[in-house]
């Protein structure tokens, strides 16, 4: 596998100068993982080739406007008209060509040990991890990796047509119905990144998204473990929870509520966003969540819960955040 940290980083410092904005946790032109950085470096060689063909078309430009004293001859014109608007381009753009294609196999290279199923709905993610060995570990709304490791995912999408990017690990891959496509990460640099639908997928597309932490190996591991295991957490919320129902639709993992259709809710109160990376993981907003999940969330497929009293509302929200 080739080091491209030298030379994404030249390209990085170049662009820095030109283009301060594009950074942070969701810039393809702040990669932190091989297939991002490979990306941002055809970018800059592409922009590169671009400027250059721009260059060379305005000096012809202002050549062809110069004042002369006497017209072209034909045999000038043919030779200027050749080589400007055949042979240069087509030469550049068979150079652009070969580089692409020269970085498509280590792009598509095969993933590791670890594998992730990522299945779209409107609006939300559902993840699957399958460890090797190990038993699969459900969530929603979040992914993790392990830092310096090939990860397979194979991603689908249950309703419509959804993207699914994480501009500092890799290029967008479409999710479509009954058909799984495969996007492998190597994610290089631990931190905090946002992922989100590329997509167009209907009312609230744009409030789908998700978090990523690409962590140490060993933290993954700590994680995986503590994903796996069933909810602890008891209290009056945990009985409102299944008194109005919510066990129909989401999944609690060591409690009677079994439902498939929403998020599983296992380990909740462990991840930072709330409603795919639109809030903020509080009390608070898990209660306004729950009560006006159709003014946050137009047309998500939960209904409303405003009517319960707000002391059961907020037991539900409070048990909630506890499941860690």
Known sequence: MRNTSGMTGLWRAGGGLLLPGCSGIQSALDPAGFEAAELARLFWVMLAAGTVIWLLML???????????????????????????????????????VY????????????????????????WWRVRYHPPGGAPVVSANALRLPRGERVELRLSARDVIHSFWIPNLAGKMDMIPGRTNRLVLEPRKAGLYRGACAEFCGAS???MAFEVEVMEPADFAAFLAREAAPATAAGPGREAFLKHGCGACHSVRGTPARGVIGPDLTHLGGR?????????NTAAQRAAFIARVGQIKPAARMPDYAMLPRGELEAIAGWLGDLR
Do not use: C, K
């Open 59 to 97: 000096a012809l430009s202002l050549h062809a406007a110069r004042r002369r004293a006497r017209p072209w001859s034909p045999r000038a014109a043919g030779r200027l008209i050749l080589w400007g608007g055949a042979v240069v381009p087509t030469l550049l753009l068979a150079v652009l060509l």
């Open 272 to 280: 930072r966003g709330l409603g795919a990376g639109i809030l903020e």
């Open 205 to 207: 597309h744009a409030l």
């Open 100 to 123: 692409g294609l020269v970085l498509m196999p280590a792009l598509r290279a095969p993933g590791g040990p670890l594998l992730v199923e990522v299945e779209a709905e409107q609006f």
